[in-house]
């Protein structure tokens, strides 16, 4: 049994009461350790009013803005999934131009987990491929974002088919990668072709110490660090080796692993990796099966 978040939920205006209703929907229906404490904003949400709630808020803060997006207040920001911004990326995606594609290599008829969600921007553009893509993400508010995104883009006629491709589940990766293992000891039907790895960082490694090169980490990164902390080299040595499994687990197929890093970060786990891809800010590790 899960710990239960409790989260203030602030909507925007009194129309919104099915929405709000909606995500308490959300929340039972993929039994989601959340519970909402509900409250109508008394105030407009400015970016004043959003300061000083995530000054004084006791619990975390999700809001419900005028335009039914939900998001996540940490320090001041509201952070949330934004898979709308990815629209001209998912249209055009392909391995010329997205460096991950190039390391997955997948068709539409593959199967893909990645199995470090976060806000699920990297999980569209698996998905733009045609590819179906189990989204696993270890943290329910991240979760909670994620399927309140889905449906939300859901409602719209030219998103509907990607969204249906996406499979988000509030679990974490290495008890998922278990439950596959028992699975295929009964059934040996399940067959993945990649899974795809993008776990935390620590928050000050994503520049070269030395030249300075490389990203500044992002608002949502920024954000990400307050729920979850990078793994330990035990754990990143558990998840590459788990993951490796999954995708090695039918003799008659060959899979891999993809690890996205910091440009300049050593290799999850000090695992050499059969081949990368890079840019200035981004690495792609493959380990192939
Ligand atoms: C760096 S972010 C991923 C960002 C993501 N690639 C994107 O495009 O938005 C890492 C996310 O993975 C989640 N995570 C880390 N370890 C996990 C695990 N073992 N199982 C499931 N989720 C995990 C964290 O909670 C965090 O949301």
Same mark, same amino acid.
């Given at each position: 049994m899960h710990d239960l978040t409790h989260c203030q939920l602030i909507y /925007?205006?009194?129309?919104q009461q099915h929405q709000v209703e909606s995500l308490q929907a959300l929340i039972e229906h993929h039994e989601l350790p959340i519970v909402l404490n509900v409250e109508l904003s008394v105030d407009k949400l400015t970016q004043k009013h959003r300061q000083k709630l995530s000054q004084t808020a006791t619990q975390p803060v999700l809001l419900l803005d005028d335009k039914d997006k939900l998001s996540w207040l940490s320090d001041g920001l509201s952070v949330a999934p934004e898979w709308d911004k990815l629209q001209r990326r998912v249209v055009s995606a392909g391995r010329k131009s997205e460096l991950l594609l190039q390391a997955a290599?997948? !068709? /539409?008829?593959s199967s893909v987990i990645?199995? !470090?969600? #976060?806000? #699920?921007h990297d999980s569209l553009i698996l998905a733009s491929t045609g590819a179906q893509v189990m989204m696993l993400e270890q943290q329910p508010i991240m979760a909670l974002l994620l399927f309140a995104e889905q449906q939300r883009m859901s409602a719209l006629p030219n998103w509907q088919k990607l969204m249906a491709r996406l499979h988000i589940i509030n679990i974490d990766a290495l008890s998922y990668f278990e439950s596959l293992k028992s699975d295929s000891a009964v059934n040996n039907s399940q067959v993945i072709d990649v899974v795809y790895l993008d776990p935390m960082f620590p928050e000050d490694s994503y520049q070269d110490s030395k030249t300075g090169k490389g990203a500044k980490v992002g608002k949502h990164m920024q954000a990400l660090h307050q729920l979850a902390s990078p793994p330990t080299l035990d754990e990143e040595e558990q998840l590459l080796t788990s993951a490796q499994a999954v995708v090695s687990n039918n003799a008659s197929h060959s899979g891999r692993v993809v690890v996205k890093r910091p440009q300049h970060a050593p290799t999850l786990a000090n695992q050499q990796p059969t081949e990368s891809w890079h840019n200035e800010a981004v690495r792609f590790d493959g380990y192939f099966a």
């Open positions: /925007a205006n009194d129309s290599k997948i !068709t /539409a008829d990645d199995a !470090t969600a #976060g806000f #699920g």
